[in-house]
């Protein structure tokens, strides 16, 4: 090899302990927010005795919370949906675990099936609804915690806010 751009690495690299950073307990940035989701549905002896679904209202269980974040797991029964609303401060990883769910934007429509991911940042305005005749069930990790939820009309414009 003689180009003076080629790079070759002689040894054990996991040798070299100053190149390696050690592995974090908590995610911090948007890729690990995601792991951290793809892990957790992975893991499904571990979410899915928890589940409930209620006719009346959509179910959700905090899942765990770390470091300014919260891991929330919510059930949707045919017919039940979020109305329009953002997360107020919050961004956020949505990740469908069963069933199929609809999200709607002021960009349009888009089916949602088990193992997709959404990543949101904070004053994104979505609609989730469970258009389908089978109970859905998805992760939402905020970071910060979800302080709020502003509800918005059809037209995307704020509504109400509930905490």
Not at 80 to 100: R, W
Not at 117 to 122: D, E, L, M, S
Not at 132 to 160: D, K
Request: include cysteine.
């Amino acid at each position: 090899m003689n180009s003076d751009s080629d790079l070759q690495i002689a040894g054990d690299i996991l040798e070299v302990p100053h190149l390696l950073q050690p592995p974090r307990e908590h995610p911090a940035t948007v890729a690990e927010f995601a792991g951290l989701a793809r892990a957790i549905a992975a893991d499904r002896a571990g979410w899915e005795h928890l589940v409930r679904y209620d006719a009346t209202s959509r179910w959700y269980h905090r899942l765990r919370t770390g470091p300014g974040y919260e891991v929330w797991l919510l059930s949707w029964v045919p017919g039940q949906g979020s109305g329009p609303h953002d997360h107020g401060p919050s961004s956020g990883v949505l990740t469908l675990l069963t069933g199929t769910l609809t999200e709607r934007t002021g960009h349009g429509t888009r089916a949602l099936r088990a193992g997709a991911q959404r990543v949101f940042a904070p004053g994104y305005v979505h609609e989730v609804v469970n258009d389908a005749l089978e109970p859905a069930v998805s992760l939402h990790i905020y970071y910060p915690g979800l302080t709020e939820m502003p509800m918005h009309t059809r037209a995307c414009t704020p509504a109400a806010q509930v905490h």
